[in-house]
């Protein structure tokens, strides 16, 4: 008998009907010999909504209250299929973050999952109940509701997964796999049938948007096979593992961009020890996530340090280092929002010399000037003007021959 | 510096602006020296709305998961609330009902609060933290949320007033006070400046739906000051408390109504001891609450055995008492959906007689047929055929002159 946990994102959970279908899929699993415990996101466009009724109510929401609100969402969809399933003859009890519960730390809004309480889970699996859980919530020491951030339903599935020690986690979404690249700007992009942890956690950081990156790591750290589904018909799928058998000759196995970036620019900064830090502890208090830093050689003491946040906080990011600037007597900041990451993944790049030159290559040939690059074992990111992002991709796509089954 | 408990209903919170109006009678109480704890309803047509969705799921909804999904309606006003008042800079907190906790028992849709935990809810009003808490629901001993009923918002704000040795609970509605009768339907209906706790009860058990009778209860039980307001004006009013100094000669004080009402017969019961108990023990097991009940007296070792039910739960109760009705050798049962009951209340009757006598006199000269009649020391109710409900409340307001002010 296998533990399987499921999660469903809001496409799947859109409407009465759809919560219908999931429940058959829950059914079907549970009567294949299976325990179930379902992870559910709030139907789409629900979290947008109470959003936006968060920012009406006040242009900046205390997170504390924000999180409460908008933990309604999936609140709603959990116990409507509860309902459904036990209408349908089918044992069922939903969890919320508190009652489960998945305890965090106390950043509303972004918290992180501090750990996973999972004998009441176990308990009522024990008992052939199905258990669904929300997804994208929990609670901190203090039985405050916290939420995930965005696309935390993923994490909270693979951290009730590691928790349970479950089989698999299915991860169901409007998409039957992972692609090569984005099949919107990209018409050869093609479906891998696999791909490691770190290949994934590279795509989902670098703008891939099937996975939430954290619960990619989460994955990788608990090693819990993860298996990205379409909720919408049974074929395909991605199953992200530990190694793909079949992938030692593939060099690159997808290419994705990131258009949520805004390049910040710290001019004149004297090169002494401790600079990095009174620029990056500051926004690392505020929770501002910081993606690529570059900082250039230093000339005659002083140096420039380039880094890139998501758009939606580049203005609370640029009024933090603005106060930290005068302290460090830096010249001045320099902000461009139009700008964009593209980003060449594989986990072959580590045994094969030449890759990093292909892309550059490539881009040079389409007259892409390359801002900004960052390289690591396994990617090669290149900051872009935003204007040249589709350009980019299918020209990188075509260069690796990624449309070609290996 | 007084505690006060301020209680809004779902009109008063239907929509933003609406709250945004709550804020501003919030933070007036607070700014003039109080402490304030803020009960809130769902917006209005919000419980409906989920309560539709539920049935939509499943005909007869899971109500552990039933609970759970119309109490988000109470989680949406209270942290919008919570938000605005932050915005306008006034420290506050919202409390759902697990947070408090309001500990009730496990009687799922229809709770009852065993104990109010006030610590909690102390503690951020002594750090003059305006306090937020939801109405209608609470948590069970196995963390499970519980829903309180119909108009549960009056008793969570009643219990918590009570807790906290509140100095009054304000109950805010969209009407201004408690009236002598429905204005709706008599023109002449007076807005009372007083009312005792049990004449509030019985207009509240009898039908006036201006508090939830729980609530009533519960405010005698801690002897705490109740004042009903329109939560759009700052006039009028009703308090109701323990004794109303200047009603001393007022004998009846209110007429109200109840369509809710149907009446079932059970026929020719061998009238033996333990009968009563055969019929009403499982009807309260399936927690429906009988009303008035009337027996026969018995003729030849029968008797008829007749009572009211809400009209919501008559099929219910009919399929229940059809089972016992074999067990105890009745003949069989008969339903009147087609009922209202009319009472008359004031606690002015203990001492003066002949009350009844005009209650009955006044409905006879309606030519209006009474099928059955209870009393209690300050109520005497009659159910009469429903199309006579409004004839008989105007006829017995008249005969009581009660628009005179006294």
């Known amino acids: ?23 058959k899929k829950v059914i079907r699993t549970k009567e294949a010999g299976n325990k179930v415990v379902v992870v559910l996101s709030a139907m789409s466009g629900e979290t947008d909504r109470l959003i936006k009724l968060a920012r009406q109510a006040a242009p900046e929401p205390n997170l504390r209250e924000y999180d409460s609100l908008i933990s309604t969402g999936e609140q709603t969809t959990i116990t409507l299929l509860a309902i459904m399933l036990n209408g349908m ?40 109940t199905i258990v669904v859980v929300a997804g994208f919530q929990g609670r901190d020491g203090e039985n405050n509701i916290t939420t995930l951030g965005r696309g935390g339903s993923d994490t909270s599935a693979v951290a009730l997964a590691a928790a349970l020690d479950a089989d698999v986690c299915d991860i169901y979404t409007d998409v039957d796999g992972v692609y090569t690249t984005d099949p919107n700007i990209c018409s050869k992009a093609r479906r891998l049938s696999q791909i490691t942890y770190d290949e994934m956690l590279e795509m989902a950081r670098a703008g891939a948007k099937v996975l939430q990156p954290r619960s990619v790591e989460l994955a990788k750290k608990y090693n819990v096979p993860v298996y990205v589904k379409s909720s919408f018909s049974d074929e395909g799928g991605t199953l992200v593992t530990k190694e793909a058998k079949n992938m030692e000759k593939e060099i690159v196995s997808g290419v994705t961009y990131d258009r949520d970036q805004a390049k910040i620019t710290v001019i004149h900064v004297p090169d002494r020890p401790g600079i990095a830090v009174a620029i990056f502890a500051p926004l690392a208090e505020h929770n501002i ?118």
């Open 1 to 23: 008998m296998a533990l399987i946990v499921q999660k469903y994102g809001g496409t799947s959970v859109a409407n009465l009907e759809r919560i219908a279908n999931v429940a």
């Open 89 to 128: 003859g089918h044992k069922a009890k939903s969890f919320l973050g508190f009652q489960v519960p998945v305890i965090t730390d106390q950043a509303f809004s972004k918290a992180r999952i501090l750990r996973v309480q999972k004998e009441a889970v176990l308990k009522e699996l024990a008992e052939g």
């Open 289 to 406: 996530m910081v993606d690529m830093i570059i900082q250039n050689a230093s000339i005659a003491g002083y140096t420039d340090m380039t880094f890139t946040v998501s758009r939606k906080e580049v203005l609370e990011a640029k009024r933090i280092i603005g106060e930290a600037v005068q302290g460090i007597g830096a010249d001045k900041l320099e902000v461009d929002e139009n700008v964009a990451k593209v980003s060449v993944i594989g986990s072959g790049m580590i045994s094969h010399a030449g890759v990093a030159a292909k892309i550059f290559q490539t881009l040079a040939n389409e007259r892409i000037n390359i801002l900004m690059i960052s390289t690591s074992e396994i990617k090669v990111s290149c900051v872009v003007e935003a204007k040249y992002t589709e350009l980019a991709v299918t020209a990188l796509h075509d260069a690796f021959e990624l449309e070609k089954e290996r």
